[in-house]
């Protein structure tokens, strides 16, 4: 791929480097060494070579040989530039990466969330009307890639990010330590029955004065437990609806393998059990489990709707 576009392996790392610059994303340090040797089969790339790679040579970790398809998966998807600067050719961009992500969905959410974040962007951008409020909640399990989900329809939309983590943290910690426990706790009995309540309470509080506001927004969180329970779904959308704000769900998919990398890669201190008793934790994870209401289903496995979403968001720029 490096020969096809006719450069040398110095002038392939500073465009990488110049590529996720641009995007935001984390540069690798894309040595010539590093690079040589991921050419070479020596070391495997990491998560921020192998986005870097996908976004410079505009295609999925699969075509470039990082792993093999998934069954039943789409066919290539190429986006090139448009012709002209006309928003139009790149709302049907927007469209079809959307359509990509949602390929496959079962329920008739999927198609309704996708209008949604193609309609924001297009008063955004076209007619400088913010349009129908939207309280997008984004659910999937630690590593499943709902934060780059966010942040794509967030770039996209003008939608402000809530995200659980980011949220609560500080607070989380503290109450920890003052009841005698980790500060990273995340797994215990005394977490689940005394802080995350609380946690997830502080988040939809900030996401319920918003909904008041009549403002969109987007929530990031795990929602493992409240996805799944439909009359808790309802309760929210009940209340969302009485104020005027549409409540849209999103799943985000992915694999035990992809999910076990991104969280050792993210190296974040709430993640040490995690990875210290990964079967454990992985014995809990349901890869069926699903949002009891219709939703969209991003399918995120080996890190495929990353890949599309920054090819799409770059094109966008």
Known sequence: ????????????????????????????????????????????????????????????????????????????????????????????????????????????????????????????????????????MVCGYAGSGKSEFCRFV??????????????????????????????NDRHSALYREQVRPLEYQCLLDTAYSNVEARASAILSAPFISEASDELWLQSLCERCQARGVDLSVVWVQSDLESMHEYVGFRSAARDMWKLQHWDEYAAGIDLQLRPAIPHLLVDNRRGAAVAWTDQVRRLLK
Request: aromatic share 4%.
């Open 154 to 183: 967030s770039q996209v939309t003008g939608w402000p990010v809530l995200d659980k983590d980011l949220v609560t943290q500080p607070l989380v910690e503290r109450l920890l330590v003052a009841l005698g426990s980790d500060p």
């Open 1 to 136: 791929m490096r020969e096809a576009h006719g450069l040398t392996l110095e002038e392939a790392g500073s465009q990488l480097r110049q590529v996720t610059r641009d995007m935001g994303v984390k540069t690798p340090d894309a040595t010539s060494q590093a690079l040589r040797q991921h050419e070479h089969g020596e070391v495997y790339p990491d998560p921020s070579y192998r986005r870097a790679y996908c976004l410079l040579y505009r295609a999925t970790e699969h075509e470039l040989g990082f792993h093999e398809a998934l069954p039943n998966t789409a066919s290539p998807f190429r986006l090139s530039e448009p012709v002209d600067a006309h928003n139009g050719v790149r709302s049907l961009a927007l469209e079809d990466v959307l359509d990509l992500l949602a390929q496959g969905d079962p329920d008739s959410g999927g198609q309704v969330v996708c209008e949604q974040i193609v309609d924001a962007w297009s008063r955004r951008h076209v007619t400088g009307d913010s349009g129908h409020s939207t309280l997008l």
